[in-house]
């Protein structure tokens, strides 16, 4: 037992020497979670606001000006142009000077008194369907509310008192993120990115790296075992992937203000177990990997884009494809992801999160033990 | 160390074999190595030198055959095996970030050396081998001499009997070949049993005792005297201003069983009765009168050239 921990010291020693001997890659780990964090924050926020506008008034009577008032009030339109033909928003599209079009048609004054429906014309660039889809939801609020209170001015003209009139008002209330604010809810899915791509990426090239230098021969004829090995190098990458949480949770919390309403303890042993499970992932990639390309390329392909993908992230998993979704359960992020934000933005516990941290634990424990007996088959052939 | 005693086996392996896809680099091989020799094992690139060597320090598995390493099987006892060999692999194989002492030191400590003698020998390794005043470089930074004496170092650490160099000196420079071989003969005096694969044929005269590898079989081993005494008649060198013009007047002559250039001379292997002196300057005489004749003693190059030419038609690709 002690000759086994004094060799997975001295490979945990070597492993340090390596990194700090190493500037890019010790740049990389260190820095890279700071630089995405900021990059995601600010410039890969979902919400939408300021969306370019361009009016055609082919009307140009009060009541289409207090219309097209109604939209540069809100702060989702942005009024940038006005235009006199239709050809003029296929310009502004093409350009991407504009992202929507409110065209009135000549007679909408006139219809509005007459107190019929008039009609105006919404156009949105669909190009980038996020925002388009909101767009859409927005201007159909937007003409609800101005129908509302024409309504209201028209009885008020025709001497009419609507108060007595029932109506049904929704009253609806966002929970645990009321701005709807997207970096508050990405952060805590982005720690688990972060971990796998520090994590992952790094041990998947480690035991290639033992076998590219030759010391793989050297280590098989010391009576190290594979498992010593591995945890050895396990040890030190844990610590640098917990220094990288860290960070980036005091970075969330401090600058972007995201609540942590739960208990730490939770997040701390969910992280721990996603590391591992990482970790662990990497080794196996390390394991079977001929070369130090291939483990790199592996490691994208296996850890990164699925836990950017399909781990709920970026995209909701009930609104991917069924299949996506079974698929996603393989990949370890999509569990740590319900746990970061269980944790932070719903004040979850061990009674809501003990089924993904059970799931990760079990992941972890059979990635190391598979990547040991892997390694193991593969020397000696 | 541990049973040293001379005589007893170091290396005992029968029927070793094996195959990479449909090449088969060892075939059916036996070897026997005393404890305290200093075995070579010669032979040509892809002869299976490395093949074998790697089987004997556990590193790869056999298809075929057993071996054993001071009594303990190679395969099933690897754990009675490790802790008393020391495997010096053909390419450099330390970490080249890490500095001389830290190499010594990392492959020490994996290997359960304590720590009073991790620091005491690797003192002593690196102060008998000249590389003290290097102990805190990178590896990456030594010249190709002092990779192979750190490697060498590295194998050392653990005090191991058994030595298994796999062309250690290939790729450096002739002095430090010679200073390579000045520690391995220290070795061989401490009672460590090596064994040596090396493609050089002049580094065989420092072995107890030789094997002759070709595509994976052992075609001649024993002392090098032994294989020397397999070279029947004498060796001469002839020395003559046109030296082209006179092989091909030797090779003519009753009683030369053979002829080579060698630099400006001709060797030529003698198997005739009459003095060769004689018969040689009788036989060129008139034609150049610069020639000399003069015996010469045989050396491993004329063995292997020799035994090449009379090899079975098999085993008739032998070069040095």
Not at chain 1, 150 to 175: F, H, N, Y
Not at chain 1, 373 to 381: D, E, M, N, S
Request: overall charge neutral; charged content about 20%; glycine content about 8%.
């Amino acid at each position: 037992m002690k000759a086994s921990l004094t060799r997975i010291g001295a490979v945990t020693n070597k492993e340090f020497k390596h990194l700090l001997r190493d500037v890019r890659t010790l740049a990389a780990v260190v820095l890279l979670p700071v630089i995405q964090l900021l990059l995601f924050a600010y410039a890969i926020s979902f919400d939408v606001d300021n969306v370019p506008t361009m009016v055609i008034d082919y009307d140009k009577t009060p009541a289409s000006s207090e219309y097209v008032r109604a939209y540069d009030a809100s702060s989702f339109f942005k009024v940038v142009a006005h235009g006199d033909t239709l050809n003029q928003v296929d310009t502004a599209f093409d350009a991407n000077t504009a992202r929507v079009a409110v065209v009135i048609p000549a007679g909408f004054g006139e219809t509005i008194a007459a107190g019929d429906k008039a009609q105006v014309a919404v156009l949105i660039d669909g190009s980038e369907p996020n925002s388009a889809k909101i767009s859409q939801a927005y201007s159909v609020a937007l003409n609800q509310l101005y129908d509302q209170s024409m309504t209201k001015s028209w009885a008020a003209s025709q001497g009419l008192d609507l108060s007595g009139i029932g109506a049904l008002e929704p009253r609806v209330r966002t929970w645990y993120n009321p701005e709807r604010n997207s970096t508050i809810f990405l952060i805590p899915g982005l720690m688990a990115v972060i971990i796998a791509i520090v994590t992952v990426q790094q041990t998947a090239v480690t035991l290639v790296r033992e076998r590219a230098l030759g010391t793989e021969e050297q280590l098989l004829v010391s009576p190290m075992r594979r498992t010593e090995l591995m945890v050895g190098k396990l040890l030190p990458w844990t610590l640098i992937a917990f220094i990288d949480v860290v960070m980036v949770i005091l970075l969330g919390m401090a600058v972007f203000g995201v609540p942590l309403r739960g208990t730490p303890l939770v997040l701390a042993l969910g992280s721990a177990l996603f590391v591992f499970a990482s970790l662990g992932m990497g080794l196996l990639i390390s394991a079977v990997a001929p070369s130090a390309e291939t483990a790199n390329i592996m490691a994208l392909m296996i850890a990164f884009l699925p836990s950017f993908l399909l781990s709920g992230l970026a995209f909701p998993l009930d609104q991917i494809p069924v299949v996506l979704q079974w698929f996603s359960g393989i990949f370890p992020a999509r569990y740590m992801v319900t746990i970061s934000r269980g944790v932070f933005l719903k004040g979850s516990g061990f009674a809501e999160l003990w089924p993904e941290l059970l799931t990760l634990a079990g992941y972890a424990l059979v990635m190391v033990l598979v990547a040991a007996r892997l390694y193991g088959r593969k020397a000696r052939a | 160390m541990q049973s040293t005693s001379p005589g007893t086996s170091a290396i005992s392996a029968r029927g070793l074999h094996k195959s990479f896809g449909t090449t088969e680099a060892v075939i059916d091989l036996d070897l026997d190595v005393a404890t305290g020799a200093v075995y070579g094992l010669l032979g040509p690139d892809g002869a299976g030198k490395s093949t074998l060597i790697r089987m004997i320090a556990t590193v790869l598995t056999p298809d075929a055959g057993a071996a054993e390493v001071f009594g303990h099987s190679v395969t099933d006892q690897r754990g009675k095996v490790t802790p008393r060999i020391g495997y010096m692999s053909q390419r450099f194989s330390m970490y080249p970030d890490l500095s001389v002492a830290e190499n010594l030191e990392f492959f020490a400590t994996v290997r359960g050396v304590s720590r009073a003698d991790r620091n005491s020998r690797a003192k002593s390794l690196l102060e008998s081998m000249g590389l003290a005043e290097f102990a805190n470089r990178q590896a990456q930074h030594l010249s190709g001499g002092m990779k192979q004496k750190l490697m060498l170092a590295s194998t050392l650490m653990h005090s191991p009997d058994l030595l298994l160099l796999d062309e250690p000196t290939t790729g450096v420079d002739p002095v430090s070949r010679r200073e390579f071989w000045r520690i391995l003969a220290g070795l061989h005096r401490e009672g460590r049993t090596v064994l040596v694969a090396t493609p050089y044929m002049d580094e065989a005269e420092r072995c107890t005792h030789i094997a002759f590898l070709d595509r994976g079989r052992i075609r001649q081993s024993g002392t090098p005297e032994q294989i020397k005494a397999q070279v029947p008649g004498r060796l001469l060198e002839v020395a003559s201003a046109e030296p082209r013009r006179t092989l091909a007047a030797v090779v003519a002559l009753p009683g030369v069983d053979s002829a080579h250039l060698f630099g400006d001379l001709v060797r030529v292997l003698w198997t005739g009765a009459a003095d060769p002196i004689e018969a040689l300057t009788a036989g060129l005489g008139g034609t150049d009168a610069s020639l000399t004749v003069r015996t010469a003693n045989i050396d491993m190059e004329t063995v292997f050239a020799y035994l090449a030419e009379n090899a079975p038609a098999d085993a008739a690709a032998v070069s040095s």
